[in-house]
């Protein structure tokens, strides 16, 4: 009795001791540093699972009932997994008294597995306890999954982690492939997560919040004009309850993969084989010399079906859109144009406006019900895309709404038939194919930030057009001026059309197509933000960088992109995440482009300025290259913004301006009384004018007839209001017109020199009968 009472005793104590190390423990953990305290943790109580690990046969799995020892059945005989990563040219040693390189590393690193064809056909799926399990869901060959959605916002900030960081602007939430630094890099908004500490203990997680079959990492240095930051090698572990890691092995030790040797070309490293987990961590290894820890990353992984989590089901996006989800390249962006045609010849035409760098036509689709002529009194709508030929997105979502626009015409749809009878739709999908082929040749993660950006001959298309904003505000604050530039339709510079300027052929396409056209509205689309942006992109003040600069029409330019935003399904998301650095959610999914960051010889300001078209910039994406997987989310997102823009044509006021026998007057003028800036008549003599709700007293004029003035009233309903005008000729104007009938000369003219040579020949008659 004695014993056992003595037993307990000494039980009782040992408990006690060790709650008192647990509670130290904390008392230390707490003292930490906030950004260090999940590092030392993980360090002291999973040391095991940090430094080491046993071989996949023996280890212990902790995600799975293990048998017991009678139970364990031998293992099958198998073959050696092939090697699918080529060795690097030397190992990484350590050498003695560099402070910058301190990892010890025993295992050579593996390059990048990216090219297409080393796919192995009999590949196991491996689970974190080390098992192979034979694939039974998956017969096909393994093909690497999409991305996770780090550079898409799909993975929130609240399931990236890292053992420490170096501030709040370079945490791990900014861990996020081709995201960008701040105009000011010390901020909250940095380009990369960096490690607090430069050692081999460091880590960044991804938290999938449910089983995933992961794949593959593609990493990036950090974003920086100053710094030079890149990790060279890492290794990758996988675990299921963020404790108990598993490294990816390589044989019998851990696989290093090479990392990256400079900051934006990113970098795709394939796992051996495919790995089942909710979490992945990243842990470099070695990094630039004279550099930090600093990653940007994206994961490739499938999450597997879980129809039991209703939070999955229902935030799922899914399309009931029977389209062709996917990207197309040159070829098959011109065969799905004719499949469109072929489908709807009655009310579509393919047509293009000229030639890229290298030869490539820049095709266009109409939609309309008339295609091939302009009828008077419809309005012509344009989209363009791909002026940026890596920022693909739009692209893809232009060649989508041919394809609906087509079908919902076939099947009936009230809406869409009324738009293509009441509009002539014009579609560009890319104004810079060249580009898009080096974007599309490397693939949708693997281009970067630039690549495919500028034409053939290196021009940024989307700000290649003239300055007119400089000629029309030197022109304002000059006092004095023999001839003042008026406030709309400023011709182009002569400097600009000559052979010699810095002008791509794409740009001169697109001028004389915006010239041929009566275009009233349009979009391009572009990507990596979330915002539409609208004139002016440059600022009026010359030493200032942001500055808001708004147009005469800002209140209708302002309704406009509003429109787009607020019906797109992320845009004006208060809870959203931002793309980069910037937050639009102040004015709702919009912005005044020179608010935003100045850009001369824009193609909106180009086109109020050149034109009658309003233009604005929807910036569709946070990624600029989505995969295709994402393509059916992206077109839910945009679809219904697209169609609602297109109406917006219908806004305003619109008309005829005639003579007094009926006649269309081309080129004449259209004033809307306090807006400073005016539009001009088509060729047949019709005019549309985008205006906002309201009273407004509107004036048409031409040279040579006299002014006309109307009260014209604009509706909140959808439909331009009808507001026509017939005006006369000037006196001076039909005193011209009777002149230049009769050779310039006054009409008395000729009889006078009738009667005045009979006058003198009847003089020299006289003379030579007197004589």
């Known amino acids: 009795m004695t014993s056992f009472v003595e037993k307990a005793s000494f039980a009782q104590l040992c408990l006690a001791l060790c709650a008192f190390d647990l509670t130290l423990l904390g008392d230390i953990a707490w003292a930490l540093p906030m950004e260090e305290q999940d590092y030392y943790l993980q360090e002291i109580i999973n040391r095991d699972h940090y430094y080491s690990f046993p071989d996949a046969e023996e280890e212990y799995s902790p995600f799975t009932e293990q048998p017991r020892e009678e139970e364990i059945e031998p293992p099958l005989e198998t073959e050696e997994e092939p090697q699918r990563f080529k060795l690097g040219k030397k190992e990484l040693k350590t050498k003695k008294g560099n402070k910058k390189d301190k990892s010890t590393l025993e295992t050579p690193p593996v390059k990048n597995g990216n090219k297409k064809g080393e796919k192995n056909k009999k590949s196991n799926e491996r689970t974190p306890d080390g098992d192979y399990e034979r694939r039974t869901t998956y017969e096909e060959s393994w093909e690497s999954c999409p991305p996770l959605g780090l550079e898409t916002l799909k993975i929130t900030d609240f399931q990236l982690h890292a053992s420490t960081v170096k501030r709040y602007g370079l945490g791990a939430h900014r861990a996020r492939l081709n995201i960008q630094a701040g105009v000011n890099e010390n901020d909250f908004y940095d380009g990369a997560w960096c490690a607090g500490r430069n050692d081999p203990y460091q880590w960044i997680e991804v938290d999938a919040r449910r089983l995933t079959k992961f794949t593959g990492v593609i990493t990036q240095g950090r974003n920086s004009l100053w710094l030079s930051d890149w990790v060279t090698s890492y290794k990758v572990m996988v675990s299921n309850d963020s404790h108990a890691w598993i490294t990816v092995k390589n044989g019998s030790g851990d696989m290093i993969f090479e990392g990256n040797s400079e900051k ?38 499938c999450p597997l079906p879980d129809p039991n989590n209703y939070y999955h089901r229902r935030n799922e996006m899914t399309t009931t859109d029977n389209l062709d989800f996917k990207h197309h390249n040159y070829k098959e962006m011109r065969q799905l144009m004719k499949v469109v045609n072929e489908m709807c010849p009655n009310i579509t035409r393919i047509y293009n406006i000229g030639k890229s760098h290298q030869g490539l036509k820049l095709y266009a689709v109409e939609i309309s019900d008339n295609p091939g002529e302009h009828e008077v009194g419809e309005p012509e709508f344009r989209y363009m895309a791909g002026a940026h030929g890596n920022e693909v997105l739009g692209r893809e979502l232009l060649l989508l709404l041919m394809q609906f626009m ?124 979330l915002v539409v942006a609208y004139p002016y992109d440059m600022v009026r003040s010359t030493w200032k960088t942001q500055e808001h600069t708004p147009t005469p029409d800002d209140h209708v330019f302002r309704w406009l992109a509003y429109s787009y935003a607020s019906t797109h399904r992320l845009m004006t998301d208060a809870r959203r995440r931002v793309c980069h650095t910037e937050d639009f959610q102040k004015e709702d999914g919009t912005v005044n482009g020179a608010s935003w960051h100045t850009v001369a010889g824009s193609i909106n300001d180009f086109s109020y300025l050149h034109t009658n078209c309003f233009e604005l910039s929807i910036y569709v994406g946070c990624d600029k290259f989505p995969h295709e997987s994402e393509l059916p989310e992206e077109w839910e997102n945009n679809r219904e913004s697209l169609i609602v823009f297109m109406e917006q044509v219908h806004r305003g006021i619109k008309g005829m301006v005639r003579d007094l026998h009926g006649k269309g007057i081309p080129n004449a003028i259209i004033s809307v009384e306090g807006v400073n800036h005016d539009i001009r008549t088509a060729s047949d003599g019709d005019y549309w004018r985008l205006l906002n709700p309201g009273e407004y007293v509107v004036t048409a004029k031409a040279e040579g007839y006299t002014a006309a003035t109307k009260n014209c009233a604009v509706g909140y309903d959808m439909g331009a209001t009808r507001c026509d005008f017939t005006i006369s000729k000037t006196n001076l104007a039909r005193i011209k017109e009777i002149m230049e009938k009769f050779g310039k000369q006054p009409i008395s003219l000729s009889l006078r020199r009738n009667r005045q040579r009979a006058r003198q020949r009847r003089q020299q008659y006289r003379q030579l009968s007197t004589v």
């Open 406 to 529: 087509c079908q919902e015409y076939l099947a009936g749809n009230p809406r869409i038939s009324r738009l293509i009878k009441d509009t002539r739709i014009h579609l560009l999908p890319s104004i810079n194919p060249d580009g898009y082929e080096k974007a599309y040749e490397v693939g949708s993660e693997l281009g970067g930030w630039s690549l495919g950006r500028w034409t053939q001959d290196g021009i940024d298309i989307n700000n290649n057009f003239p300055d007119l904003n400089t000629l029309l505000w030197e022109s304002e604050d000059r006092k004095r001026v023999l001839r003042k530039v008026p406030n709309h339709h400023i011709p182009i510079p002569e400097w600009y059309l000559s052979e010699n300027a810095t002008v791509a052929v794409e740009t001169r396409a697109v001028i004389a197509w915006m010239e041929k056209n009566p275009f009233v509205l349009g979009g391009n689309l572009q990507g990596g933000e």
């Open 264 to 301: 934006e070309i990113p970098v795709l490293n394939e796992l051996p084989v495919p790995l089942v987990a909710r979490y992945i961590r990243i842990n470099p290894r070695t990094w630039y010399e004279d550099g930090s820890i600093c990653m940007r990353l994206e994961i490739l992984g």
